[in-house]
């Protein structure tokens, strides 16, 4: 069994700071934007990190669902690859 490709992002965030995510998966710093999206509909979603400073798991297969903005909520769980 080959591992998922579409696995979440282990980050450390900062209280406080604000920070872009990528939603068209084209960016070379995954989970953040690099702004490769000029050429797509997509924009990156920006947000401010407001719980406490720590790592965290972001969203790397781009199918979480919107209440969770870019944390990781398990979907990647159900993808095929």
């Known amino acids: 069994m ?3 490709p ?4 282990k980050v450390g965030l900062v209280q ?3 920070y872009s995510w990528c939603t068209c998966g084209q960016s070379a710093t995954q989970p953040f934007c690099d702004n490769s999206h000029k050429d ?5 979603m920006v ?3 407001e719980q ?3 790592n965290y798991l972001l969203c790397g297969c781009k199918n979480n669902k919107k209440e969770s ?3 990781c909520d398990g ?4 993808m095929q690859w």
């Open 47 to 49: 947000f401010v990190h």
């Open 52 to 54: 406490p400073t720590g």
């Open 2 to 4: 080959e591992s998922n």
């Open 75 to 78: 979907s990647h769980k159900n």
């Open 16 to 18: 406080g700071e604000t």
């Open 6 to 9: 579409f696995k979440p992002y």
């Open 69 to 71: 903005g870019a944390h």
């Open 40 to 44: 797509t509909h997509l924009k990156p």
